[in-house]
């Protein structure tokens, strides 16, 4: 029987300020942008009982509970602990399958001759990322990824929810409907007209009724509330290329324009890395010109970056490559591959300026983060805009 | 143009021009090779993608002087499949050139480019100091070294290695930044200063002209006592090297090599040493079991042992153990096993000797003797620093 944890991180982004300030602990926390037309991207338990939840306009979170302390994000710091969360999880099974920067499914099948059953690993991860990041997390235990999300859900914080095999169907039985992921404000209504509440309700159903009621997905819903799940869960992987492209309204007509160009790509696709955690060796570069012909041209660096300086650098290192004089070009595009989420280590001639680029990239995508995407950019790449 | 060359010479000449020859340049003349008449009996064979130039000089029966750029690779395929013996090469007008085999009904018709069009070829500026190094020595300094030139082209500095005649040492030095290698040989007499950064590309055609010349003795002058020498030549930004009938030029990448004598571990206070071919053997039956992401594995010594492990979450773990000659603390240390198994592969030796100060300093490696034909011996020096790993 197949034994898949889902673990998910209780308050993550309120939790980790609590952790990093003491001033903040058991006070209500909401992680957001300052403005009040911002969003809530996190609450701290303290704020909960107030109403207070994710998604929330701030304007709202603030009116229902007045005292509660914003805090602006730092997401390099939450995927910097996420780092630590997602190495605790890959010390027991390779099987990890990461929804977000605090959430996880794991498949542990194999791993409990090793560190025993299902429960017994939730435990000790649950102890681990206590002990190593001073957080908590809630765990569920099941057969399925959607029975132990559910479970997961059920009892937070510091929940450990397991359910036997065998035991699925009797779990759900109770449960209210909008516990399923994708049965919200518009779907639950629709189903509460015709009597339905509970998922036992769903799975005791004709699936012709659901189908009719939800279209093509009512099939799913229906095996879902049976607690009939064989989706495997698939291990994280780095994409194989990132970039980004663009297509000038003018065509570009000088090697600086299209330099320039390149920087405004390099920004973007630095931001990618930097937000997803991953370094990249290789640059290509792509030019299309007025008549519609492609070249690429590509730059394989001893040393993995993410930072828009050095692929600025790389890419232009390869316009000599291209021909450029008179030509016309249209678009411009920056493409990164052989994907790392290694970190690059020290060399035998470090260059300090190298962690410093990373820091400025990782402090870029944070102002971006809190302001959308005008917050901060370069001098050079005003005037474009 | 036209004239009649043996096809040995034409396609000794032909099949070097072909790592020269720029296919992917946006000048189409530098995927040409230059054929051009020179003087009364001789064919002048060239290539050239503006940094490396690449020229040589076959006898043979001119009837009519004049030149043409040819397709290199498309002259190399029709001259290897020409039957042995002459080949006639004649031009027309608009550049079409006929290769025929004399003897035999065997011809070929290629388009080419007028020879004016192709770029002039570097030429040593009058009185230039040059410098008469065997061809064993400089394949030495580069079969121990070139495997650690950084790949990077962004990096010019890296990616190529640093030749250095001091005194009576000549030197050569490559880095990527993770490892270093340094190889030194005295040639006994001969003083002299020069020191050049040559372009991986360049280093890659230079090992080919080695170990031709030494494969085939003959093919052009040789030194006082008979080993085949190289003319080196330093000239403004380019150098030249001559010899095997052949001149290869190269212009010189114009940066700084990092300070590299400042990375060599000097204080280093554990030494190991170790059956060279047991370690590579093991290094690198563990770094098949290792993390594709990182190659990574660790070395763990105990007096007398040393256990060589491996951890991948994907593909579990590998393990071997040999005995080495080491007495110091107990210490673990990580590496990418690639790394150390270029070193190893490059030398002769029976032993090598590992030198370890804290497990995230560079380790040194040095060839440390037991053979009749030592890497260590008195006047040639290798060594090769690592910089470790967080496993």
Redesign the interface.
């Known amino acids: 029987m197949r034994q898949i944890l889902h673990i998910d991180m209780d308050a993550f982004y309120a939790s980790v300020e609590q952790n990093d300030d003491p001033a903040l602990r058991g006070k209500p926390v909401v992680v957001g942008g300052p403005s009040r037309r911002g969003v809530v991207c996190a609450a701290s338990y303290e704020a909960r009982p107030f109403g207070v939840h994710s998604a929330m306009p701030m304007g709202e979170a603030l009116r229902l509970c007045p005292k509660a302390i914003v805090v602006a994000p730092r997401m390099a710091r939450y995927a910097e602990v996420s780092g630590i969360v997602f190495e605790i999880f890959?010390r027991f099974t390779?099987l990890v399958e990461g929804l977000s920067l605090d959430e996880a499914f794991l498949d542990v099948t194999r791993s409990q001759s090793l560190f025993g059953d299902g429960a017994a690993i939730a435990r000790q991860i649950k102890d681990a990322v206590r002990r190593e990041t001073g957080l908590v997390a809630s765990a569920g235990v099941a057969s399925s990824k959607f029975v132990a999300k559910i479970a997961s859900d059920l009892k937070k914080p510091d929940a450990l929810v397991v359910v036997p095999a065998g035991e699925e169907a009797r779990f759900l039985d109770p449960l209210p409907m909008e516990r399923m992921w994708g049965i919200g404000n518009k779907t639950a209504p629709r189903l509460r007209e015709v009597g339905l509440r509970t998922i036992g309700d769903l799975a005791r159903s004709d699936p012709r009724r659901l189908t009719g009621l939800l279209g093509s997905w009512g099939r799913e819903v229906h095996a879902l509330a049976r607690g009939d799940d064989d989706r495997d869960v698939v291990p994280d992987v780095a994409p194989k290329s990132i970039g980004s492209e663009e297509t000038h309204e003018y065509d570009l007509t000088s090697r600086e324009a299209v330099a320039e160009s390149l920087l405004d790509r390099a920004s973007h696709v630095a931001q990618r890395l930097v937000r997803e955690g991953y370094w990249a060796r290789v640059v290509t570069v792509k030019l299309k010109y007025a008549d519609f012909t492609l070249l690429t041209r590509r730059?394989?660096?001893?040393?993995a970056v993410s930072d828009t300086q050095s692929l600025y650098?790389?890419a232009c290192?390869t316009l000599d490559?291209?021909?450029l004089d008179g030509e016309r070009v249209r678009l411009v595009g920056i493409s990164t591959s052989e994907i790392?989420?290694?970190a690059p280590?020290?060399?035998?001639?470090s260059d300090p300026a190298a962690s410093k680029r990373r820091k400025l990239e990782e402090l870029v995508n944070d102002v971006a983060v809190r302001y959308g995407d005008v917050g901060i950019t370069r001098a050079t790449l005003l005037r474009q805009k | 143009m036209e004239l009649t060359v043996a096809k040995k010479d034409l396609l000794r000449l032909v099949t070097r021009m072909q790592g020269v020859a720029e296919r992917k340049s946006t000048m189409p003349v530098l995927s040409n090779v230059l054929l051009a008449v020179d003087g009364p009996n001789a064919l002048r064979v060239a290539a050239t993608d503006l940094y490396l130039a690449l020229f040589g000089r076959i006898a043979g029966e001119v009837h009519k002087g004049g030149s043409v750029a040819v397709p290199a690779k498309d002259l190399f395929e029709r001259v290897k499949m020409m039957p042995d013996g002459p080949i006639h090469i004649a031009t027309q007008d608009n550049s079409t050139t006929t290769l025929k085999a004399t003897g035999s009904a065997r011809r070929y018709t290629l388009r080419g480019m007028p020879g004016d069009d192709f770029p002039p070829l570097p030429t040593p500026a009058e009185g230039s100091p040059t410098l008469a190094l065997e061809v064993d020595v400089l394949k030495a300094l580069i079969d121990k070294t070139h495997f650690s030139i950084s790949t990077d082209e962004t990096r010019a500095h890296l990616n190529s290695a640093l030749f250095e005649w001091d005194g009576d040492t000549v030197r050569m030095v490559t880095t990527d930044g993770h490892r270093l290698s340094k190889m030194e040989v005295k040639v006994e007499g001969r003083q002299a200063s020069a020191t050049m950064l040559i372009p991986l590309k360049a280093i890659q055609e230079l090992r080919r002209s080695c170990d031709e010349m030494l494969s085939n003795p003959t093919a052009g002058p040789e030194g006082k006592d008979g080993k085949p020498t190289l003319q080196i030549t330093q000239s403004g930004s380019s150098a030249f090297f001559q010899g095997g009938g052949m001149t290869f030029s190269v212009k010189l990448v114009d940066a700084q090599f990092p300070p590299y004598s400042q990375v060599i571990p000097q204080g280093a206070d554990k030494t190991v040493r170790a059956p060279r071919v047991a370690f590579a053997d093991a290094l690198k039956a563990v770094s098949v079991a290792a993390s594709e992401r990182t190659g990574g594995v660790k070395l763990s010594l105990t007096k007398g042992s040393m256990r060589i492990t491996s951890e991948s979450p994907e593909s579990g773990d590998g393990f071997d153990e040999i005995p080495v000659e080491y007495s110091g603390p107990n210490m673990s240390i990580g590496f990418n096993a690639k790394y150390f198994l270029d070193v190893l592969a490059s030398i002769t030796d029976d032993e090598v000797e590992v030198s370890l100060s804290g497990e995230l300093d560079p380790a040194v490696l040095r060839p440390a003797g037991g053979t009749t034909k030592s890497d260590a011996s008195s006047d040639r020096q290798f060594l090769a620093v690592v910089m470790p790993m967080r496993i």
Not at chain 1, 299 to 303: I, Q, R, Y
């Open positions: 890959g390779p730059a394989s660096l001893s040393e650098e790389a290192g490559r291209f021909p790392t989420d290694v280590g020290p060399t035998l001639f």
